[in-house]
């Protein structure tokens, strides 16, 4: 069976434990939690924190499936403007790689407190490294910085006990799922999958259903959420383009039986409503 669970990500006006309280009341079963400000931001928030989490989690009958540890607001004071995904495993900086790798340690370890399965990580982007004024070099050494930093990875991942499922994105050095899949290729362990975002692979040009039959057992993780033409914005489910039930039937097709996030954090100022409509849309292909 394939869970469906709704990111906190959406609920950034709100407490953590608001989030699930809220995500629970919609009607969901699983939640994703973000780890970053103003969530989970691992290197502030404590052990203590996180088991009281995982007994919050529990009392509302939802289920941790991912932790997102994607980007990294909190690291930056003050919080910047824009969405980064510094520090990144392709920095030229070996204290951001560095500080990259420290911060997905303790995300690991904030999924073993809550019972989840999967962590999500991304490679970075190198339009980032621009806004902070260090160079970006070729393609071929941003290559050599991220399998480096993945081979670390995995080793944190075997010990830990937990999946990482990397997700390629447009603007990120990985955008395409052929980019992904020939990285994947390339370090071939088997604890290092892919995550899937439906309106990433949209937008880079992919069609999602074939994505995931080409991602195949490697696929260790979904992101839902709809999109309008290619436009990097992400829409509840029935407002774009999307053919999820095609989706769906490709999730079929290759034996998936993990979770179906629905991200949504572009409806910060109404995550209710974004979690009650998507849910009404998606229920049918993803029952309990």
């Known amino acids: 069976m394939i869970q469906l669970a709704f990111s906190t990500n959406a609920y950034t006006k709100f407490t953590l434990p608001e989030a699930c309280d809220r995500i629970a009341a919609a009607g969901y079963r699983a939640v994703e939690v973000l780890a970053d400000s103003p969530h989970a931001w691992p290197p502030e928030y404590s052990e ?30 003050p919080l910047p403007q824009a969405l980064t995904f510094e520090p990144s495993l392709i920095s030229p900086s070996e204290v951001h790689r560095q500080d990259r790798l420290r ?26 490294l621009e806004a902070l004024g260090l160079p970006v070099g070729p393609p071929d050494v941003l290559r050599r910085r991220l399998l480096g930093g993945l081979e670390e990875v995995v080793r944190m991942a075997d010990l830990a006990g937990v999946e990482v499922a990397l997700e390629p994105e447009p603007g990120q050095f990985l955008e395409t799922t052929a980019d992904l899949a020939a990285l994947l290729d390339e370090v071939d362990h088997p604890r290092l999958g892919a995550n899937l975002d439906v309106g990433h692979a949209r937008c880079a040009g992919d069609d999602p259903a074939e994505s995931a039959r080409v991602l195949g057992r490697r696929l260790k993780h979904l992101h839902l959420e709809d999109i309008q033409g290619r436009r990097h914005y992400h829409l509840i489910p029935g407002l774009g383009e999307i053919d999820f039930a095609a989706i769906r039937r490709a999730l079929d097709d290759i034996g998936y039986a993990g979770a179906a996030a629905v991200e949504l954090y572009t409806y910060a100022d109404e995550p209710d409503r974004a979690a009650a409509e998507s849910l009404t849309v998606l229920r049918p292909l993803f029952p309990e």
């Open 48 to 77: 203590h924190q996180a088991r009281r989490l995982r007994e919050r989690l529990d009392s509302l009958g939802l289920r941790c499936v991912a932790v997102n540890g994607n980007t990294a607001m909190g690291y930056f004071r």
């Open 103 to 128: 911060i997905i340690r303790r995300v690991m370890a904030l999924a073993n407190v809550l019972g989840a399965p999967v962590v999500t990580v991304t490679g970075g982007r190198p339009g980032d």
